[in-house]
């Protein structure tokens, strides 16, 4: 069960940081404004990305990512299932990115529905120094991203423990 609530907790914090960072940008008229949050280092910047991964445009082809994306899921959810009745140590790393994965479908999913006003997936963490910037991301990218490291920490360092048990 406990490898079921991380993609819960993931998706109900995503989904609601979309929503109040959205309407606060819109409501506060700040849409293309950055706020800081700690210095310039980290700040809000609020942005609907249309394409994928880091701003690759497929505006084109959104019904098709959608449709790729949700199979995706779909896979990664069996092998969850697969991963924690196997008792192997990729039931976490599945977990998180199920939980992102998700998360950012929702937003693609949310697209179809022009009088939500959606545009694409919500994007809002701005982390950097001066003009040395990552690319703007929300809490389902950070959450694959901890899923795609708990992965090659298992890979690379942690090789003859790859059971759950092991790495509790």
Not at 89 to 106: E, K, Q, R, T
């Amino acid at each position: 069960m406990k490898f079921f609530l991380i993609p819960i907790v993931v998706i109900f914090f995503d989904q609601i940081s979309k929503i109040l960072v959205k309407e606060y940008f819109i409501n506060q008229d700040l849409i293309f404004q950055r706020i800081n949050i700690l210095g310039d280092f980290l700040r809000f910047t609020f942005l609907e990305n249309p394409g994928i991964a880091f701003g690759i445009d497929t505006s084109n082809y959104h019904i098709y990512i959608t449709i790729l994306t949700i199979l995706a899921i779909i896979f990664i959810f069996f092998q969850l299932f697969h991963s924690i009745s196997t008792e192997k140590f990729d039931a976490y790393p599945l977990s998180f990115i199920l939980g992102g994965a998700i998360g950012n479908c929702i937003d693609r999913v949310l697209v179809f529905f022009p009088s939500l006003n959606y545009n694409g997936v919500i994007d809002f963490i701005d982390m950097g120094i001066g003009n040395f910037r990552w690319y703007i991301f929300n809490i389902a990218d950070a959450s694959i991203t901890v899923g795609l490291f708990l992965f090659l920490y298992n890979f690379f360092v942690n090789k003859e423990n790859n059971s759950i048990e092991k790495n509790i």
